[in-house]
């Protein structure tokens, strides 16, 4: 049986693994927050339940991607302000940026640790949240789509008000107490800004 010249393969293992190395780089861009993206915490009271949302924030994320199907996500971070989340009352959100220490610590802040993907379109995305300048671990469950360059996001995690040392707020000389437990919703869109070459 004639032997394969130690050159040529050589030359062929090269080839694959460039190839192999190039379709993994091409795969894995950058991302950024893109458009307006939506972000609610959701709580109750002894009067209702309420909400605050915000639409103002930035982020970037390393993704990858194979074909419509979000792989994975190396890296993420999102910053939103504090005082840019709204209930739509004045005096609920004087209230909500006391208890947040809003001027003392302006940005909301989470950064990924890890993420683990389910199935094609539901994942975990598990990171560090600070919030009045307490971190705390956060696992967000998570929906994804990926059309036309951009992937869309939603999740949701519950947290509580104790978790981030802050006492839940209250109103009218503490007739109106704030229960403990909050949901926080999100729904994002990231597109590319940069994309590995082949060449």
């Known amino acids: 049986m004639k032997s394969l010249n130690p050159i040529?393969?050589?030359?062929?293992?090269?080839?694959?693994?460039?190839?192999?190395?190039?379709?993994?780089?091409?795969?894995?861009?950058?991302?950024?927050l893109a458009g307006k993206p939506e972000l609610k915490v959701k709580g109750t009271s002894t009067i209702h339940d309420w909400e605050m949302t915000?639409?103002?924030?930035?982020?970037?994320?390393?993704?990858?991607?194979?074909?419509?199907?979000?792989?994975?996500?190396?890296?993420a971070s999102v910053t939103m302000k504090t005082q840019s989340i709204k209930s739509g009352t004045g005096k609920m959100d004087e209230i909500a940026y006391v208890s947040l220490k809003a001027a003392k610590f302006p940005d909301i802040v989470f950064t990924l640790t890890s993420y683990r993907t389910l199935d094609n379109n539901r994942?975990?995305?598990t990171g560090n949240l600070t919030?009045?300048?307490?971190?705390?671990?956060?696992?967000?469950?998570?929906?994804?789509?990926?059309?036309?360059?951009?992937?869309?996001?939603?999740?949701?995690?519950?947290?509580?008000?104790?978790?981030f040392n802050i006492k839940p707020p209250t109103a009218l000389l503490g007739s109106v107490k704030t229960g403990n437990d909050l949901k926080l919703i999100f729904k994002a869109n990231f597109q590319?800004?940069?994309?590995?070459?082949?060449n």
Request: glycine letters at 8%.
């Open 8 to 32: 040529k393969l050589l030359s062929v293992f090269s080839l694959l693994l460039g190839l192999s190395l190039g379709n993994t780089l091409f795969a894995q861009d950058q991302y950024k």
């Open 54 to 75: 915000s639409a103002q924030a930035q982020g970037t994320a390393e993704m990858i991607l194979d074909g419509g199907t979000l792989k994975n996500v190396k890296s």
């Open 123 to 125: 994942a975990q995305a």
């Open 131 to 163: 919030i009045a300048g307490t971190t705390k671990p956060v696992t967000f469950n998570v929906e994804t789509s990926a059309k036309t360059g951009t992937v869309q996001m939603t999740g949701e995690a519950n947290i509580k008000f104790t978790d």
């Open 192 to 198: 590319p800004v940069t994309s590995y070459s082949k």
